[in-house]
T-cell receptor, first 116, second 114 residues
Framework: GAVVSQHPSWVICKSGTSVKIECRSLDFQATTMFWYRQFPKQSLMLMATSNEGSKATYEQGVEKDKFLINHASLTLSTLTVTSAHPEDSSFYIC????????????FGDGTRLSIL | AQTVTQSQPEMSVQEAETVTLSCTYDTSENNYYLFWYKQPPSRQMILVIRQEAYKQQNATENRFSVNFQKAAKSFSLKLSDSQLGDTAMYFCAFMKLRNNDMRFGAGTRLTVKP
């Protein structure tokens, strides 16, 4: 159980394009989802915490207008990288957790974003 | 703010041998969880083991065990009988119980050599 699906796994697009990444909890309801960014050979950096039905909480230094997060249902959160530029190229990973029992976060397989 | 420190950027071990990865953390919280995650080249984040701070007994999971020293804020991972498939990045993580905010260490790249 506790499967998190992230789509797409890899996207290449031109500079200026907006890219949407989906994160779905397949077999549980996730009131909270998290979005991370990982540069090559570095750790995961939390970008924002997404709560169902409310605005996301962004970490310091993360541009809200650049990285739009929507958590419209208990099983889906989306991250849209608006007007993407080469410096936005990175590996983005989502995670989700069930509220009960203080369960650990369950991670998606990540999305490799390459902006040309 | 919570910080997680992994002081070993890279480690290597011979197949079938034992290796210990270190992790220290800094927090003023009393209730929290600690985790070790494995990230193989496929970049999936795989939960290896977790420890509740209120439990004194060290967690074990198959060939993995931890040495949790709460007073010293230390949480090392011991891998016994290492296998080639254990080669991966290993991240130590801290999670506050209040809001499930999780922070990761910089990671240790473990290579198991044949």
């Amino acid at each position: 159980g506790a499967v998190v699906s992230q789509h797409p796994s890899w996207v290449i697009c031109k500079s200026g394009t907006s890219v949407k990444i989906e994160c779905r909890s397949l077999d549980f309801q996730a009131t909270t989802m998290f979005w991370y960014r990982q540069f090559p050979k570095q750790s995961l950096m939390l970008m924002a915490t997404s709560n169902e039905g409310s605005k996301a909480t962004y970490e310091q230094g993360v541009e809200k207008d650049k990285f739009l997060i929507n958590h419209a249902s208990l099983t889906l959160s989306t991250l849209t990288v608006t007007s993407a530029h080469p410096e936005d190229s990175s590996f983005y990973i989502c995670s989700a957790r069930r509220d009960r029992d203080n369960q650990p976060q369950h991670f998606g397989d990540g999305t490799r974003l390459s902006i040309l | 703010a919570q910080t997680v420190t992994q002081s070993q950027p890279e480690m290597s071990v011979q197949e079938a041998e034992t290796v210990t990865l270190s992790c220290t953390y800094d927090t003023s919280e009393n209730n929290y969880y600690l985790f070790w995650y494995k990230q193989p080249p496929s970049r999936q984040m795989i939960l290896v083991i977790r420890q509740e701070a209120y439990k004194q007994q060290n967690a074990t999971e198959n060939r993995f065990s931890v040495n949790f020293q709460k007073a010293a804020k230390s949480f090392s991972l011991k891998l016994s009988d290492s296998q080639l498939g254990d080669t991966a990045m290993y991240f130590c993580a801290f999670m506050k119980l209040r809001n499930n905010d999780m922070r990761f260490g910089a990671g240790t790249r473990l290579t198991v050599k044949p």
